[in-house]
């Protein structure tokens, strides 16, 4: 789970307020304009937190990493999908990048029309590929 989101689940349930200009995929702990309980936040990478889950009293990271560092359903608190909003990367092995299958794949996403749809649902945090 990226910041963004985490920020976005925090504002949902009432313990921040971020500035309401900002788009929620584009959320950062320096949009936070209302912290009332004076809660500090520690930014930090999805590994890292699951090993440190331990030494927080809060932590936000995708279930696998929690799994990858042994840890159980018992310990999480809520867990959810992750919105379409917060778009992942895909990638492939620079091995595979001659097989038909992924070019394919590849010419989808070039496709002026999904660079256009990109761009007008996520702005600036995003972009399609144009050539």
Do not use: C, H, W
Request: hydrophobic content about 45%.
């Amino acid at each position: 789970m990226n910041g963004a989101a985490a920020l976005n689940v925090l504002q949902q349930v009432g313990l921040i307020e971020i500035d309401s200009s900002v788009k929620p995929a584009a959320y950062t702990v320096q949009d936070i304009v209302k912290n009332e309980k004076n809660v500090t936040f520690v930014p930090a990478g999805a590994a890292q937190l699951a090993r440190s889950v331990e030494d927080a009293d809060l932590a936000f990271l995708p279930t696998s990493f929690l799994r990858a560092a042994g840890y159980d359903e018992s310990v999480e608190v809520v867990t959810m999908s992750f919105p379409d909003e917060y778009a992942i990367q895909l990638v492939i092995r620079g091995a595979d990048a001659s097989d038909a299958n992924y070019k394919k794949l590849i010419e989808a996403f070039k496709d002026p029309r999904v660079a256009d749809y990109v761009e007008a649902e996520f702005g600036d945090i995003a972009t399609g590929i144009r050539e």
